[in-house]
Nanobody, 117 residues
């Protein structure tokens, strides 16, 4: 089993910044890809950013240039630095992990990010 614990969500003004963290524990050798997904009000869950153990990254177009995903393999932790936040970034952000990007089988409980205009 893999446990993912998120932190860092909260309230920010448009143009502001927040940093999310997600620490993995348990059977972590099964994890190669880690990432962040989000689900806004009335929307489907979408991929925000993912990163492989080797450091390759994928971002959804709407966050490119504003969000940066990184990971510390020694701490089994993934981060999402969110800058230039927009009200449309408001969502519950979920940490995810898995053997590869296409098979994210472990999920965190979610952390709320609210951006006010």
């Amino acid at each position: 089993q893999v446990q993912l614990v998120e932190s860092g969500g909260g309230l920010a003004q448009a143009g502001g910044s927040l940093r999310l963290s997600c620490a993995a524990s348990g059977i972590i050798f099964s994890i190669s890809a880690m990432g962040w997904y989000r689900q806004g009000p009335g929307k489907q869950r979408e991929l925000v950013a993912v990163i492989t153990r080797g450091g390759s990254t994928i971002y959804v177009d709407s966050v490119k240039g504003r969000f940066t995903i990184s990971r510390d393999n020694t701490k089994n932790t993934v981060y999402l630095q969110m800058n230039s936040l927009k009200p449309e970034d408001t969502a519950v952000y979920y940490c995810a992990a898995g053997l590869k990007v296409s098979t994210m089988s472990h999920w965190g409980q979610g952390t709320q990010v609210t951006v006010s205009s």
